[in-house]
Structures are given as C-alpha cells and as structure tokens.
C-alpha cells in the first residue's frame, strides 16, 4: 500500500533547512478532489524536509493520495488563521504600515510568524506579497500542491492490504486455510493514534477466536 506518512510538497533548501520539523499550529486544511470529494478540518501539522506530515495531513491523506494517482497532484488550501475571517484579515494586511517591513506588519495586526509567515513567502511572488487582497487571500487560502506520498519504507502507518472478499468471517483467507489476517494486513484505513490501535487489536482479538475456532473444528480448513 501507499505511505501515509507525509507528501512530496517540493520546499527550497532554504525552507527546508530552516523549518523542516515545525508545525503549523492552529490552521485549517481544505480540500476537494476531481471527484467532488471534499475535506475540511481545523488542526495542525509539521513541515518536513520533503513535504507535510502530521495529524491533520494524515486525515485528509486518503483523498490527497487517490487524488495523486488520478491526476499526478493534488492542491489542497491551507488557512493560516481559521479563527479570523477574510475581512478581518484582509482590514489587517491592508492597515498602513509606516516604515515596518511586512513580516513586522503581519506579526503585529495578525500574529503571523515563524513558520506561517516563511510559508507565505516561500510559496507567494513579490507582487503576491505586496498586493494586500491576493496576501489576504493566500492567509486565508494558500494553495500547496502536493505530487507524491512517501516511501513505505518511512511510514508509520500504510494504505491497503488483503481485501476482505478474501476472508472469511473469521479473517481467515478463503484460499489458504490456516492463514488469518489482521491490524494493518486488512484493507482499511482508520486515523493514526488511539483509532487505529485499538481496531487493529479488536481485530486481532476477533481472528484469534477464528484461529480457537478453526482448531477445535479440526484444521479441517471450514470455519465454524
């Protein structure tokens, strides 16, 4: 299965040097694929050297990664202040700014910093960043595409499995007697954490009982 992990965003050196390894704290992710499929969610994740990972990319990572196999990227919106309306913001950028630089202006009215104000100049041109309604905009919705998931060899948590038109209903494999599945050898997803612990031992409870129940029907491959 595909790596859901973190995704291939293309930072420059300079970003990734600098930031891999920080979260972006308190934004909201937004997205909606080819399909009409849509995502929405407040939360926060971590810059890596290669892309984005974290909690918040990790619930939307399902409909990033089909939308990459489809189209060969996927855009998703990034709000870097869900709690402020676009007005509000937009008031903010445009307040004059005397003599500050921007970064001073926007820290200031809006409290962006750090790692939410790199992205901003890594990802807009300088005309972006000037222009007081395209900046308002990309605050409220900057736009990061995504064309990848990362190598399984680096996930903590993987996509894909045995499909279950393949078991039995003890997860036993219809064409292998003896052989149960369960956790992540199923073909499922659940949200990485206390979800997906405690389903992938809820289900290795419920083929340990189709093992007991194999046995004492006498390895005779038919399950009770």
């Keep these: ?5 973190g995704v291939a965003a293309g930072w420059s050196p300079y970003f990734a040097g600098r930031f891999a390894g920080q979260p972006f704290k308190s934004v909201a992710l937004r997205f909606t694929d080819s399909q009409g499929e849509s995502f929405a969610r ?11 990972e974290g909690s ?9 990664r089909e ?11 990034l709000d870097l202040l869900p709690d402020r309306s676009s007005d ?9 700014r005397g003599s500050r630089s921007l970064s001073a202006h926007l820290k200031s ?9 790199a992205v901003l100049n890594e990802l807009l041109d300088k005309a972006a960043l000037h222009d007081p309604v395209r900046l308002a905009g990309a605050i409220k919705a900057l736009p990061i595409t995504v064309v990848a998931a990362r190598p399984i060899d680096e996930a903590i948590s993987s ?39 405690t389903a992938c031992m809820a289900s290795g409870v419920a083929a340990g009982v189709g093992v007991l129940d ?10 009770a």
């Design 1 to 5: 299965g595909s790596a859901v992990h």
């Design 214 to 223: 194999w046995l004492q029907a006498g390895r005779s491959g038919v399950s």
């Design 67 to 77: 939308e990459v196999a489809r189209q060969g990227h996927a855009t998703f919106e």
């Design 56 to 64: 918040l990319v990790y619930a939307a990572a399902q409909l990033l």
């Design 159 to 197: 996509a894909g499995g045995v499909c279950w038109s393949a078991l039995d209903r003890h997860q036993m494999v219809r064409r292998q007697p003896g052989l149960f599945v369960a956790g992540e050898m199923l073909d499922w997803e659940a949200p990485t954490g206390g979800h997906l612990l």
């Design 88 to 96: 509000h913001v937009l008031a903010q950028v445009a307040h004059p």
């Design 109 to 117: 009215r809006l409290g962006l910093d750090g790692i939410k104000m």
């Design 42 to 52: 407040k939360g926060e994740f971590v810059a890596t050297a290669n892309g984005v």
